[in-house]
């Protein structure tokens, strides 16, 4: 008896050290957002050796913690940098996993993209959806928020080309989780996060989509109201969702509207209600702010004056 | 003497042989990773196995009929939404013809003669009340059950108001012993007397109630009737006059208790309005809501996050007394269902990663899990005993 539990022991031992690291979180898409000096979570599948890397720079990075925060180094140069794993067996590396700010910018401007579509053998979708990012990444955008299926067929070539889009942008990008239950998207990219810190703001992700959405029953509840309580005291609280209905879930949105009311509500879809087309949240304080029908990009100034539309270029 | 000791060894392999907390009974929930491949399963909890209700199609959340014959919950999505009713034992389903083609959220008389549920055009519609009785009670005569005339079929209540959801039943109508007005308010457009004599004839609900007036939300407790509907003037008896936020309401079995939720006093809290005015019972800085009366005893489940994570508690209203019943600073636990004798209490744990369904005694002990697999399990039902 003794014996088996030995050779179970050392088969398990073996097994595990013959694995190759796999990264699961920061990924394009879902990337560390970090000034020098910050910690950042990493979801790693084995014990590996980690370490930042760039074309002109090069930082080794201490082993996460037991939380799975990694330190970043105070030397770190700003910059995107892909993350890379490795032990005996070999290397993972994800491309753009780390975007490292020289400071958190008082005032910056957020592009929101909804809607990328992208879907197994269709070129043209994909042709569109990198025209749109690279429209929301150029100057002076900081911060990139995508909502709405990003993928048509929640196929696996599907998750690989958004990554590999995300993945070119010289911008941080995120996800909100929205519209892409199908399991090669949860393979693929893992559970989404419901909030995100940007400096001194908060972001949080609403998953409206489906015919039943934000249900009472559903775990990302808890998910969503923890975030929003960890991220009470940010300046300005922003919801991103691809649309807002006042049929999505009453108890997500008593917590998100109701008991701390977001500031502004970012949405792709102008929201009606009995066919008047809303301005604001009708629970009271939280502001709408839809994307024009005829752009795939929004883009917003945020600031300490607010959230507000960016002016486009050439009309300031 | 040998006998004796034989006997008493075979009397402790016994003892050793069955499970310290051996339960029984049936449990209904949704089993599924994905909202549309949600589907009503049973478990037996004697022997742990499962069997399929429902059809699988975005099943909503099981509720039993006051005897435990039916199961009722809403399924479908797109173009129309059912109420599905399945005789537990044979698995014979009826779904109810509707006027409208999605309905959801359904709640059984006192009798199980009759199904209150939201109803109307689509997800995105302000529902209205639909009632749909059945030929016959369920429960037996000579048990204390609404004794009422009624028509088979579909009726829509509140006089056709819409933006009503989440109807349950009042057992009785205790509760306008103490909140009747009729000397002291006027409510616009109600005829109070009227409204406790329709309640009194054919049956009566408290439901929530949407004001979209005015670019505005609120939501309000109301009573609802066949054709009327009033508000259950919670000012008379909370004393501020600002108004909140109301969700989640529950009526005890006996009719003279009724929780819910209010955001009044700053956060998301678990009010208890009875003989005594509207108490809040949670008073807690973090978000208390979900109150879930046993069929038996005096306790309130609910949820709280004053754990830090998503828990289950429960409170003596009496004294207001809070404890913990399944709560843990490492996994998000809720949707608390009490058994037919308030002995132990079924909810949902991620402690595995996944949500499981899980229960725990009441009066303290170990958690289980109830089923084995990797999909995701939820909101529990236990069946109840019929005459129980």
Same mark, same amino acid.
């Given at each position: 008896?003794?014996?088996?539990? @030995?050779?179970?022991?050392?088969?398990?031992?073996?097994?595990?050290?013959?694995?190759?690291?796999?990264?699961?979180?920061?990924?394009?898409?879902?990337?560390?957002?970090?000034?020098?000096?910050?910690?950042?979570?990493?979801?790693?599948?084995?014990?590996?050796?980690?370490? !930042? &890397?760039?074309?002109?720079?090069?930082?080794?990075?201490?082993?996460?913690?037991?939380?799975?925060?990694?330190?970043?180094?105070?030397? %770190?140069?700003?910059?995107?940098?892909?993350?890379?794993?490795?032990?005996? @067996?070999?290397?993972?590396?994800?491309?753009?996993?780390?975007?490292?700010?020289?400071?958190?910018?008082?005032?910056?401007?957020?592009?929101?993209?909804?809607?990328?579509?992208?879907?197994?053998?269709?070129?043209?979708?994909?042709?569109?959806?990198?025209?749109?990012?690279?429209?929301?990444?150029?100057?002076?955008?900081?911060?990139?928020?995508?909502?709405?299926?990003?993928?048509?067929?929640?196929?696996?070539?599907?998750?690989?080309?958004?990554?590999?889009?995300?993945?070119?942008? $010289?911008?941080?990008?995120?996800?909100?989780?929205?519209?892409?239950?199908?399991?090669?998207?949860?393979?693929?990219?893992?559970?989404?996060?419901?909030?995100?810190?940007?400096?001194?703001?908060?972001?949080?992700?609403?998953?409206?989509?489906?015919?039943?959405?934000?249900?009472?029953?559903?775990?990302?509840?808890?998910?969503?109201?923890?975030?929003? =309580?960890?991220?009470?005291?940010?300046?300005?609280?922003?919801?991103?969702?691809?649309?807002?209905?006042?049929?999505?879930?009453?108890?997500?949105?008593?917590?998100?509207?109701?008991?701390?009311?977001?500031?502004?509500?970012?949405?792709?879809?102008?929201?009606?209600? #009995?066919?008047?087309?809303?301005?604001?949240?009708?629970?009271?304080?939280?502001?709408?702010?839809?994307? $024009?029908?005829?752009?795939?990009?929004?883009?917003?100034?945020?600031?300490?004056?607010?959230?507000?539309?960016?002016? $486009?270029?050439?009309?300031? | 003497?040998?006998?004796?000791?034989?006997?008493?060894?075979?009397?402790? !392999?016994?003892?050793?042989?069955?499970?310290?907390?051996?339960?029984?009974?049936?449990?209904?929930?949704?089993?599924?990773?994905?909202?549309?491949?949600?589907?009503?399963?049973?478990?037996?909890?004697?022997?742990? @196995?499962? =069997?399929?209700?429902?059809?699988?199609?975005?099943?909503?959340?099981?509720?039993?009929?006051?005897?435990?014959? &039916?199961?009722?919950?809403?399924?479908?999505?797109?173009?129309?939404?059912?109420?599905?009713?399945?005789?537990?034992?044979?698995?014979?389903?009826?779904?109810?013809? %509707?006027?409208?083609?999605? +309905?959801?959220?359904?709640?059984?008389?006192?009798?199980?003669?009759?199904?209150?549920?939201?109803?109307?055009?689509?997800?995105?519609?302000?529902?209205?009340?639909?009632?749909? %009785?059945?030929?016959?009670?369920?429960?037996?005569?000579?048990?204390?059950?609404?004794?009422?005339?009624?028509? %088979?079929?579909?009726?829509?209540?509140?006089? +056709?108001?819409?933006?009503?959801?989440?109807?349950?039943?009042?057992?009785?109508?205790?509760?306008?012993?103490?909140?009747?007005?009729?000397?002291?308010?006027?409510?616009?457009?109600?005829?109070?007397?009227?409204?406790?004599?329709?309640?009194?004839?054919?049956?009566?609900?408290?439901?929530?109630?949407?004001?979209? =007036?005015?670019?505005?939300?609120?939501?309000?407790?109301?009573?609802?009737? +066949?054709?009327?509907?009033?508000?259950?003037?919670?000012?008379?008896?909370?004393?501020?006059?600002?108004?909140?936020?109301?969700?989640?309401?529950?009526?005890?079995?006996?009719?003279?208790?009724?929780?819910?939720?209010?955001?009044?006093?700053?956060?998301?809290?678990?009010?208890?309005?009875?003989?005594?005015?509207?108490?809040?019972?949670?008073?807690?800085?973090?978000?208390?809501?979900?109150?879930?009366? $046993?069929?038996?005893?005096?306790?309130?489940?609910?949820?709280?996050?004053?754990?830090? &994570?998503?828990?289950?508690?429960?409170?003596?209203?009496?004294?207001?007394?809070?404890?913990?019943?399944?709560?843990?600073?490492?996994?998000?636990?809720?949707?608390?269902?009490?058994?037919?004798?308030?002995?132990?209490?079924?909810?949902?744990?991620?402690?595995?990663?996944?949500?499981?369904?899980?229960?725990?005694?009441?009066?303290?002990?170990?958690?289980?899990?109830?089923?084995?697999?990797?999909?995701? #399990?939820?909101?529990?039902?236990?069946?109840?005993?019929?005459?129980?």
């Amino acid at each position: 008896m003794r014996y088996a539990a @030995t050779m179970a022991a050392l088969a398990a031992f073996s097994f595990a050290a013959a694995a190759a690291p796999h990264i699961s979180r920061p990924m394009a898409g879902m990337p560390a957002v970090v000034t020098p000096g910050d910690a950042f979570p990493v979801l790693l599948s084995e014990a590996a050796e980690l370490g !930042l &890397r760039a074309p002109e720079a090069t930082y080794p990075l201490p082993a996460p913690d037991a939380a799975g925060l990694c330190m970043l180094p105070p030397e %770190t140069k700003p910059g995107v940098y892909a993350l890379e794993a490795r032990n005996a @067996t070999g290397t993972f590396r994800r491309a753009a996993a780390v975007h490292v700010l020289a400071a958190w910018p008082d005032a910056y401007t957020v592009a929101h993209v909804g809607n990328l579509g992208l879907a197994a053998g269709d070129a043209e979708a994909r042709s569109r959806a990198a025209a749109a990012l690279a429209e929301a990444a150029q100057a002076p955008t900081s911060l990139i928020l995508i909502s709405g299926p990003v993928t048509r067929d929640g196929s696996s070539e599907a998750c690989t080309q958004v990554e590999s889009l995300l993945a070119a942008l $010289p911008v941080p990008s995120v996800i909100a989780p929205e519209a892409d239950a199908s399991a090669a998207f949860a393979a693929h990219f893992g559970a989404a996060p419901n909030g995100l810190r940007f400096g001194a703001d908060a972001y949080f992700a609403l998953d409206t989509s489906g015919a039943l959405p934000l249900e009472d029953t559903a775990p990302a509840l808890a998910g969503l109201y923890s975030s929003r =309580r960890a991220f009470r005291a940010a300046r300005w609280s922003i919801g991103v969702t691809r649309r807002y209905s006042f049929a999505v879930g009453m108890r997500a949105q008593i917590a998100l509207f109701v008991d701390d009311p977001l500031d502004v509500l970012l949405v792709t879809t102008a929201p009606e209600v #009995e066919g008047e087309v809303l301005r604001g949240v009708p629970w009271g304080r939280t502001r709408l702010l839809p994307a $024009p029908a005829d752009s795939p990009v929004q883009r917003y100034t945020v600031s300490l004056a607010g959230v507000r539309p960016a002016v $486009p270029p050439g009309n300031e | 003497m040998r006998t004796r000791h034989g006997i008493l060894a075979l009397l402790i !392999l016994l003892a050793a042989a069955v499970p310290a907390a051996a339960l029984e009974g049936e449990i209904a929930f949704l089993r599924g990773d994905q909202p549309a491949s949600r589907q009503v399963c049973l478990v037996d909890l004697a022997t742990g @196995t499962v =069997r399929p209700l429902g059809p699988g199609e975005y099943d909503g959340a099981p509720v039993f009929s006051p005897g435990g014959a &039916r199961v009722a919950f809403a399924a479908g999505a797109g173009a129309a939404r059912r109420i599905h009713v399945v005789h537990v034992d044979s698995g014979e389903t009826q779904v109810l013809e %509707t006027a409208h083609p999605w +309905s959801d959220h359904p709640a059984w008389s006192p009798d199980g003669g009759a199904l209150a549920y939201e109803t109307g055009a689509g997800a995105e519609a302000l529902p209205l009340i639909g009632v749909y %009785t059945f030929p016959e009670p369920e429960l037996t005569p000579g048990e204390e059950t609404a004794k009422v005339t009624r028509e %088979t079929g579909e009726a829509i209540w509140a006089g +056709s108001r819409e933006g009503l959801l989440r109807p349950v039943y009042l057992p009785n109508l205790d509760l306008s012993r103490f909140l009747d007005p009729r000397h002291e308010l006027q409510v616009p457009g109600v005829d109070i007397p009227r409204l406790w004599e329709e309640g009194s004839a054919t049956g009566a609900l408290l439901t929530m109630g949407i004001d979209l =007036r005015d670019g505005a939300v609120r939501t309000e407790i109301y009573v609802v009737t +066949s054709a009327q509907v009033m508000p259950l003037l919670l000012d008379m008896v909370i004393k501020e006059s600002a108004r909140f936020v109301e969700w989640g309401v529950a009526v005890d079995r006996k009719g003279q208790q009724v929780a819910f939720e209010t955001n009044d006093g700053g956060d998301r809290e678990v009010f208890v309005l009875g003989r005594r005015g509207a108490i809040d019972m949670s008073n807690h800085r973090a978000a208390d809501w979900n109150p879930v009366w $046993p069929r038996k005893g005096d306790w309130l489940a609910f949820e709280s996050f004053r754990g830090g &994570r998503r828990g289950v508690y429960v409170v003596y209203p009496k004294t207001a007394l809070v404890r913990p019943v399944a709560a843990s600073p490492d996994c998000d636990n809720w949707s608390p269902a009490w058994s037919p004798d308030a002995e132990t209490i079924a909810y949902v744990s991620n402690a595995s990663g996944v949500p499981r369904l899980m229960v725990v005694p009441f009066h303290g002990g170990e958690a289980r899990a109830l089923t084995e697999g990797a999909t995701a #399990e939820a909101a529990p039902a236990w069946r109840p005993r019929a005459g129980k």
